[in-house]
C-alpha cells in the first residue's frame, strides 16, 4: 500500500519505516525510469543518483539504483554529497536526469526523493502522474542497466573556485548541522583563502547537535554564538541536505532569507541591470522595492524550489531566493538552489563590500527602512486538514480585508494593508501552517497578527479541527 500524501508539491518525502522503506525505494526506482523513457521518448538513459547523511540513504539508494538498473537505465552513483552537487552532477556528466536521496530539512527520521528529468525537477502534476504510475504497476521490460561510480566533490570544487573571486580574506563560521555541507563547504572556502571556523561538520544522519533547518532561529544559535566568540566577519548555515541557506552577521544578527535576497539582488543588478529578479509570499515588501529602487523587475512567486526554478526558466530571471533560504543563480551559475554557492557568493560580496567601505557587514543594509516583522511562524497540523484549513481561513480575511488591501491568492493568503501585511499558507514540505507578519509598528504588526489568528481560530471551529495552539508555534 501507498501512503499518497508523501508524493508533495515538488517532491516525495515522508517517515521512514511507516510511509517509506527500501521496496518503496525499489518501486520508485521502476516508475521513475518508465515515466522518463516515455517522456523522453529515448532508448538509453543515464540517470545520476546522490544521497544525504540520513540513517537509511544508504539503503534506500541501493534499492533505488536496482529498481532504476532492473528498468534498463544506466546509473551514475555520485555517493553520498549535498543535493546541489546532485543538481550540478546533470551538467557536469550530461546525464537524462537525477535523483536525490534526502529528507532536506526535515527530522531525522523523515527521508525522501527529489527527482528530475532532463535540467529541470518534477513538480505538481508531474509528482502526481508518478504516483498514479507507480500505483498502477505496469513496466516495460527492457535490457537491464549498469552502475558505474563517479565523484562529483572535487569536480564542483574546482569549477566554483575558479569561478568566485574574493577581494579579501574574511573569517567565516560554517555550521554544516552534520549534514552533507560538511564534505564540501568548509574545502570550498579554504581554496577561496578564508580563514574557517568550521562548526558541526561531521556527517549524523542523527543531527545530534541541533535540527538541520537554519530558517528557525534557535537552530542557529550556536552558529550565533561562535561568530562572536570568534569575532568572525559572519556566519553560514546549512540544511541538512545543503540548498538552503542561513547567515549571521558579526555581530550574530540573523540576516533572514529576503535581506539576503536585497544583498545578492543589489550585486546582481549592477552587472545585469533591468534584471528579473524573483522571490515569494513571505518575502518582505523591503525586498521588492529594493529590486524596483536599483532598476531590477521585481517578481513575486509561489513557495517551492521546483516552482520558482520553472517560473525562472519561463522569465530568465537573473536570480531568485525564498525565505527559507533556498537561493537560485542564473547570472554565473546553473539556475538551481545550492546554498554553498550562494555562500561562495556571498564571501564574494562581503569581502568586496569590507575592501570598499569603513564599515562592519551588518553595516551592509543600514539604508532600509525599518520596520516590525516576524520570522516563519510554523504551526503543527494535521496534513489532510491543513489545506482545507487555509481555505477557509483565507476566505474569512478575504471578507474582512476592506476595499484598499492589495490580495494574494497565487500561494496560501497574503494580504497587503497600507502599513503592513500578512500571509498564511499550508506547507508543501511539513505538516505545519506558516505565517508571516510585518509592519511600520508594533502595534500594528499585533494587529494584523491578532486578525489572521482569529480567522485561523474560527476556521477551526468551522472545519472540527482542535483548537489551534499559537503558543507551541515554531
Same mark, same amino acid.
Given at each position: 500500500?501507498?501512503?499518497?500524501?508523501?508524493?508533495?508539491?515538488?517532491?516525495?518525502?515522508?517517515?521512514?519505516?511507516?510511509?517509506?522503506?527500501?521496496?518503496?525505494?525499489?518501486?520508485?526506482?521502476?516508475?521513475?525510469?518508465?515515466?522518463?523513457?516515455?517522456?523522453?521518448?529515448?532508448?538509453?538513459?543515464?540517470?545520476?543518483?546522490?544521497?544525504?547523511?540520513?540513517?537509511?540513504?544508504?539503503?534506500?539508494?541501493?534499492?533505488?539504483?536496482?529498481?532504476?538498473?532492473?528498468?534498463?537505465?544506466?546509473?551514475?552513483?555520485?555517493?553520498?554529497?549535498?543535493?546541489?552537487?546532485?543538481?550540478?552532477?546533470?551538467?557536469?556528466?550530461?546525464?537524462?536526469?537525477?535523483?536525490?536521496?534526502?529528507?532536506?530539512?526535515?527530522?531525522?527520521?523523515?527521508?525522501?526523493?527529489?527527482?528530475?528529468?532532463?535540467?529541470?525537477?518534477?513538480?505538481?502534476?508531474?509528482?502526481?502522474?508518478?504516483?498514479?504510475?507507480?500505483?498502477?504497476?505496469?513496466?516495460?521490460?527492457?535490457?537491464?542497466?549498469?552502475?558505474?561510480?563517479?565523484?562529483?566533490?572535487?569536480?564542483?570544487?574546482?569549477?566554483?573556485?575558479?569561478?568566485?573571486?574574493? %577581494?579579501?580574506?574574511?573569517?567565516?563560521?560554517?555550521?554544516?548541522? $552534520?549534514?552533507?555541507?560538511?564534505?564540501?563547504?568548509?574545502?570550498?572556502?579554504?581554496?577561496?583563502?578564508?580563514?574557517?571556523?568550521?562548526?558541526?561538520?561531521?556527517?549524523?544522519?542523527?543531527?545530534?547537535?541541533?535540527?538541520?533547518?537554519?530558517?528557525?532561529?534557535?537552530?542557529?544559535?550556536?552558529?550565533?554564538?561562535?561568530?562572536?566568540?570568534?569575532?568572525?566577519?559572519?556566519?553560514?548555515?546549512?540544511?541538512?541536505?545543503?540548498?538552503?541557506?542561513?547567515?549571521?552577521?558579526?555581530?550574530?544578527?540573523?540576516?533572514?532569507?529576503?535581506?539576503?535576497?536585497?544583498?545578492?539582488?543589489?550585486?546582481?543588478?549592477?552587472?545585469?541591470?533591468?534584471?528579473?529578479?524573483?522571490?515569494?509570499?513571505?518575502?518582505?515588501?523591503?525586498?521588492?522595492?529594493?529590486?524596483?529602487?536599483?532598476?531590477?523587475?521585481?517578481?513575486?512567486?509561489?513557495?517551492?524550489?521546483?516552482?520558482? %526554478?520553472?517560473?525562472?526558466?519561463?522569465?530568465?530571471?537573473?536570480?531568485?531566493?525564498?525565505?527559507?533560504?533556498?537561493?537560485?543563480?542564473?547570472?554565473?551559475?546553473?539556475?538551481?538552489?545550492?546554498?554553498?554557492?550562494?555562500?561562495?557568493?556571498?564571501?564574494?560580496?562581503?569581502?568586496?563590500?569590507?575592501?570598499?567601505?569603513?564599515?562592519?557587514?551588518?553595516?551592509?543594509?543600514?539604508?532600509?527602512?525599518?520596520?516590525?516583522?516576524?520570522?516563519?511562524?510554523?504551526?503543527?497540523?494535521?496534513?489532510?486538514?491543513?489545506?482545507?484549513?487555509?481555505?477557509?481561513?483565507?476566505?474569512?480575511?478575504?471578507? %474582512?480585508?476592506?476595499?484598499?488591501?492589495?490580495?494574494?491568492?497565487?500561494?496560501?493568503?497574503?494580504?497587503?494593508?497600507?502599513?503592513?501585511?500578512?500571509?498564511?499558507?499550508?506547507?508543501?514540505?511539513?505538516?505545519?501552517?506558516?505565517?508571516?507578519?510585518?509592519?511600520?509598528?508594533?502595534?500594528?504588526?499585533?494587529?494584523?497578527?491578532?486578525?489572521?489568528?482569529?480567522?485561523?481560530?474560527?476556521?477551526?471551529?468551522?472545519?472540527?479541527?482542535?483548537?489551534? $495552539?499559537?503558543?507551541?508555534?515554531?
Amino acid at each position: 500500500m501507498i501512503n499518497e500524501t508523501i508524493f508533495r508539491e515538488y517532491d516525495i518525502r515522508g517517515i521512514t519505516g511507516k510511509e517509506l522503506n527500501a521496496d518503496f525505494a525499489y518501486q520508485l526506482g521502476l516508475t521513475y525510469a518508465e515515466y522518463v523513457f516515455n517522456k523522453l521518448a529515448l532508448s538509453n538513459l543515464t540517470i545520476a543518483v546522490g544521497r544525504d547523511c540520513r540513517l537509511t540513504s544508504d539503503e534506500y539508494s541501493a534499492a533505488l539504483i536496482r529498481g532504476l538498473t532492473d528498468a534498463g537505465v544506466n546509473v551514475i552513483d555520485i555517493g553520498t554529497c549535498p543535493t546541489p552537487l546532485t543538481y550540478f552532477s546533470v551538467f557536469h556528466y550530461e546525464t537524462n536526469g537525477a535523483i536525490m536521496v534526502t529528507g532536506s530539512h526535515n527530522p531525522a527520521e523523515y527521508n525522501g526523493f527529489k527527482l528530475g528529468i532532463g535540467r529541470d525537477t518534477l513538480h505538481g502534476n508531474q509528482i502526481q502522474e508518478l504516483k498514479h504510475l507507480m500505483i498502477a504497476g505496469k513496466f516495460t521490460s527492457r535490457t537491464k542497466g549498469v552502475v558505474v561510480l563517479k565523484e562529483i566533490i572535487n569536480p564542483y570544487l574546482d569549477y566554483v573556485a575558479n569561478q568566485i573571486k574574493p %577581494k579579501r580574506k574574511l573569517k567565516v563560521v560554517l555550521d554544516a548541522g $552534520n549534514g552533507t555541507a560538511a564534505t564540501v563547504a568548509p574545502i570550498l572556502f579554504q581554496k577561496m583563502g578564508a580563514e574557517v571556523i568550521p562548526l558541526y561538520c561531521e556527517l549524523d544522519g542523527r543531527f545530534p547537535n541541533h535540527h538541520p533547518d537554519p530558517t528557525v532561529p534557535k537552530n542557529l544559535a550556536a552558529l550565533v554564538e561562535s561568530v562572536k566568540a570568534n569575532k568572525a566577519d559572519f556566519g553560514v548555515g546549512y540544511d541538512g541536505d545543503s540548498d538552503r541557506i542561513g547567515a549571521v552577521d558579526e555581530n550574530g544578527k540573523i540576516i533572514f532569507g529576503d535581506e539576503l535576497m536585497i544583498i545578492f539582488s543589489r550585486a546582481v543588478l549592477k552587472t545585469n541591470p533591468g534584471a528579473t529578479i524573483i522571490s515569494e509570499v513571505k518575502s518582505s515588501n523591503r525586498l521588492y522595492n529594493d529590486i524596483t529602487k536599483n532598476g531590477g523587475n521585481a517578481l513575486m512567486w509561489k513557495t517551492g524550489h521546483s516552482l520558482i %526554478k520553472s517560473k525562472m526558466k519561463e522569465t530568465k530571471a537573473a536570480l531568485a531566493g525564498e525565505m527559507s533560504g533556498h537561493i537560485f543563480f542564473a547570472d554565473r551559475w546553473f539556475g538551481f538552489d545550492d546554498a554553498i554557492y550562494s555562500s561562495a557568493r556571498l564571501y564574494e560580496i562581503l569581502s568586496d563590500y569590507l575592501l570598499n567601505s569603513e564599515g562592519t557587514i551588518s553595516s551592509i543594509l543600514k539604508d532600509l527602512k525599518p520596520v516590525m516583522n516576524t520570522p516563519e511562524i510554523r504551526i503543527d497540523c494535521e496534513e489532510v486538514k491543513k489545506f482545507k484549513l487555509i481555505e477557509v481561513a483565507s476566505n474569512i480575511l478575504q471578507s %474582512k480585508a476592506g476595499s484598499d488591501a492589495k490580495i494574494t491568492t497565487i500561494d496560501g493568503l497574503r494580504v497587503d494593508y497600507s502599513s503592513g501585511w500578512g500571509l498564511i499558507r499550508a506547507s508543501n514540505t511539513q505538516p505545519v501552517i506558516v505565517m508571516r507578519f510585518e509592519a511600520e509598528t508594533k502595534a500594528t504588526l499585533d494587529s494584523i497578527q491578532g486578525n489572521f489568528e482569529s480567522a485561523l481560530t474560527e476556521a477551526a471551529l468551522k472545519i472540527g479541527h482542535e483548537k489551534i $495552539n499559537f503558543n507551541s508555534s515554531h
